[in-house]
Nanobody, 125 residues
Framework: QVQLVESGGGLVQPGGSLRLSCVVS????????MGWFRQAPGKEREYLAT????????WYADSVKGRFTLSRDNAKNTVYLQMDSLKPEDTAVYYC??????????????????WGRGTQVTISS
């Protein structure tokens, strides 16, 4: 059974940085796209970014483009989300997920079928 565990969340001031990690166990995901989502209180889940199986292709939502960077280490079955220039509106629970497809560029949210439990990110002074 595939399990995803996110870590690296916390409380940081506006303008600060965090790096989230997502470790996958129970299966290799080196042939799958991986993605990150977030959900703030009272809001719908927001699709943030995806990275291809090789790590060479990424897609970012406009809300995080230029500030967030995805990377992956398939040898460690781990995906990373580097978040810079953080804003209060980035406050949310962040989730990683495994896609059922192997693709370049954008992957529809409906293609993700396995999720972690999330890690809280709070941006506040």
């Amino acid at each position: 059974q595939v399990q995803l565990v996110e870590s690296g969340g916390g409380l940081v001031q506006p303008g600060g940085s965090l790096r989230l990690s997502c470790v996958v166990s129970g299966s290799t995901v080196s042939n799958n796209n991986m993605g990150w989502f977030r959900q703030a209180p009272g809001k719908e889940r927001e699709y943030l970014a995806t990275i291809s199986w090789s790590g060479r292709s990424t897609w970012y939502a406009d809300s995080v483009k230029g500030r967030f960077t995805l990377s992956r280490d398939n040898a460690k079955n781990t995906v990373y989300l580097q978040m810079d220039s953080l804003k209060p509106e980035d406050t949310a629970v962040y989730y990683c997920a495994v896609a059922t497809v192997k693709a370049l560029g954008y992957v529809p949210p409906s293609e993700y079928d396995t999720w972690g439990r999330g890690t809280q990110v709070t941006i506040s002074s």
